[in-house]
DNA sequence: CATGAATGAGTTTTCATTCAT
DNA sequence: CATGAATGAAAACTCATTCAT
């Protein structure tokens, strides 16, 4: 593939087709094995050019995981409206991560795996991003308990701790319906709710989460989430 | 740090050295980033020694994998009484997770992060590991759709993501656990229980999971569970 | 010693830099005992830049086999003329041989000796060169036979013998010439005559073969062939 | 193959047994590339033994130099009654060298291929047993211009470039005879006396050199020599 | 801007060689 | 004598990074 070889382009296209490049090596070959020679030659570019925009292999790393990670909490914001209630955000919330994560795979591997992979300068940088999606659950899980009229008295850390455990199984999730064919980011979401919403007691006495209703034309994977009833 | 450098030690000692040293090096720097000579520095011996037990870098990492795979695995099981409820059965073998993920960090490292993160060899190493656990959970879930004489008219495929979502939330907690001073490995069970087997719909009803009675003895952690109440 | 480090060269001059170094080297070290540290030096770059016009030491040792061999062929074919009688373009061909191999006896050793010693990739890059002279001898057999009204009855394997043992005569004579002080290329092709046409027995009645007449000029080696008689 | 690991032999066998596995490995692989734990497993022995008869990797290619070249000039001089013709004992020490080299490849290459790629100790090494063939033949030569009642008018150093030449050549037909399967080593010893006493000048003219007749017993050989008629 | 030429520093890996038992 | 344990030194090869044009 690799952008064609056009001249003389502004500055900040250049830089994102060099980014294009350089997250789909780095989520193909990882860090340390993805060569500069390579970014640079599927971008298009010659190797000082790399240099003299990104300045070095880990700034380059660090502008894809900010620019993937920036593209995911906003796919993700984008897909839930604030009006609903807190289960159906969720529900949204999920179907649109596992819905980016889906298109855009190599990225995910940038910001699950790689960033995570190798240390400090990357690791936090991916963290910050996290941090805003857990922080996001976290409101979602008092928001419900709010609206189920029950104090909070839930400890803060407690919160922090489910908030966590939904977000890791989310992306568990991801890497799982990645790899299995045939499994929809609806179908995914759908096993999520029932997972984190009714849990699996509920789940064992007939009581699964059910997906609110959608507008006609999304029918056929309308059953993914009524599969367990 | 490192072991003393003692001279002449029979051969299985001095690889379970190399060993130590490599689970260490790897989970602190990464695979690649990991030098055969930080690790042969560590271990108190030298390179050609490493090289000499253990053949090459890969079959070294390989080895570490295998070696904390079996303990990972073993020691969960080693947690869990076959004899108990499948509720039951979970919490303990969380616990056991829980605990030896934060009894051993660097090896979890290069279970959790190195060895997914560095392809064929190691992926499928660790993989099948994981599927070990995954089956094993599985079981739990249709032995307690079994015990709620409910016909586990669950498909398989939602079974299969159930437990995954379930490993993988668990997996995600065990690196916040590690993270978060203060949590201990009950609580993180405590809270996988709650999250998992209770959901967040019937937590925020106010029906949270709880954590069976236990003997005298450990009431400190005692609270763990009852924490959400 | 080596090339003066001259930078920023083109490069086909570079290439050919580092092929004259590393005949050098490979031809006074042998092929395992020559190091790329030491080529490089020589040839007065880094040794990643060898690499990257030579790829890999088998690579640069098959590219110096190369241009010797060719060198050598092309020095052996401009000094015969094609339309003398068979003897005297026998003669030819051996002066500009033992010629040549004085001249660049790195390169002859680099073909006679390294290249047969170091097994398959190299050893039939030089025995493609050696069948070229051989078969070249052996049609100069043929056509002396003819010449001399003679049926050539020989059979075939033994014909390709004696062009064998004529062959490595004078690679052996060679490596003589140029270790033995003040024998000329003209002497050892006139040892060769004497030897390979007239044989021993004839030498021994006192009929050596004896040199065609040149022309004035060259009289100081005029000797070569008489000192026979 | 390799010895059977018997205990305790004396000294001496022993040697004996680590210089033919060092033979075959040396000839086999190059001096370079042979390892000494392949030799010393091929001989039986552990390394440091080795070490404590032969010293060091130097010495044991020297010991195996020396030893096979003395094997090499015995097996000639057995084979070579002084008390005949010049031609004839020429024809003698080339059967009697072409059998051995026959019957000893990894010995013949390690003292034709090996010793004179691999620099000073050991060139000088085999150089020293090649100038005392080169004396045999030369002795050869002058005894046929006497007998052929010639004054041996040659030059010195043209006898000498004749010996080189006719060794060179019979060295280089062993390699040959050894690679094309079907030459005996009479046939070998016949195309050098065609070669290297006839001349091809002879030769074309009808007139190659015969062998001496044979006693009963070998003439299904007998033919070799006759082969040029 | 763009690029071909060039390299310092480091990687994995191997091997001849030596002790301590 | 015999051997398992151990290593110093060096080799091939790679890569991020920079000038000069």
Redesign the pocket.
């Known amino acids: 593939m690799g952008a064609v070889?056009t001249?003389?382009?502004?500055?900040a296209v250049?830089e994102q087709q060099m980014l294009d490049a350089a997250v789909q090596i780095f989520g193909q070959r990882g860090y340390?094995?993805?060569?500069?020679?390579?970014?640079?030659e599927l971008a298009?570019?010659?190797?000082?050019?790399?240099?003299?925009y990104l300045?070095?292999?880990?700034?380059?790393f660090t502008a894809c995981i900010r620019r993937e990670a920036k593209a995911l909490v906003e796919a993700v914001r984008a897909g839930v409206r604030p009006d609903v209630p807190a289960d159906r955000q969720l529900w949204e919330g999920l179907g649109a991560f596992f819905a980016h994560t889906a298109r855009t795979p190599d990225a995910w591997a940038v910001l699950h795996l790689q960033a995570r992979t190798h240390g400090e300068p990357f690791a936090s940088e991916v963290a910050a991003m996290r941090e805003e999606i857990v922080a996001f659950v976290t409101q979602l899980i008092l928001a419900a308990a709010r609206e189920a009229h029950r104090d909070p008295d839930l400890p803060e850390r407690e919160v922090a701790g489910l908030a966590e455990a939904l977000v890791g199984a989310a992306e568990s999730l991801a890497a799982w319906a990645n790899a299995t064919p045939g499994v929809t980011s609806r179908q995914a979401a759908a096993t999520m709710m029932n997972f984190a919403w009714a849990g699996l007691g509920d789940l064992m006495a007939g009581r699964p989460w059910s997906p609110p209703e959608e507008r006609a034309g999304t029918q056929a994977e309308e059953q993914a989430g009524a599969q367990v009833e």
Do not use: C, Q, T
């Open positions: 070889k001249k003389r382009m502004p500055r250049r340390m094995a993805a060569s500069m020679d390579e970014i640079a298009g570019v010659s190797k000082p050019l790399v240099y003299l300045n070095s292999k880990e700034d380059l």
